[in-house]
């Protein structure tokens, strides 16, 4: 986290998600139970419905609309809002141990 106040153009993960870990939702994919045992292992959570809790919204294969990612885009701003990420994200946290930067090529979902 930048703690000198200057912005580095890139968005921070905002001090409530580093703080309570990652919850996580998937939506058009199902979410193993041995990936969510891997992500108690870095304090994250993966739940079943959307809430303002959620940190990151992991989309399954195509782009889709659903109620799920929906609801994330209502609640995107500029300082906060749901991560929408791809599962490589997840799998490479869950290597890490850690909750990994959501701007690195290929964990975003929405990226070209």
Known sequence: MDSGGE????A???????ERGATILYTGIECSA????????FGGKVVDKFSSKVTHLVLG?????????LCALATCTANGGPFIVDEKWVTASVRA???LDED??????TSA
């Open 12 to 18: 921070a993960v905002p001090e409530a998600v580093a």
């Open 61 to 69: 294969g195509t782009f889709k609309r659903t109620i799920k990612l």
């Open 7 to 10: 912005s580095s153009g890139k």
């Open 97 to 99: 141990g850690k909750a």
């Open 104 to 109: 690195q090529k290929g964990f975003s979902a």
């Open 34 to 41: 041995a990936t969510k045992r891997n992500v108690k292992k």
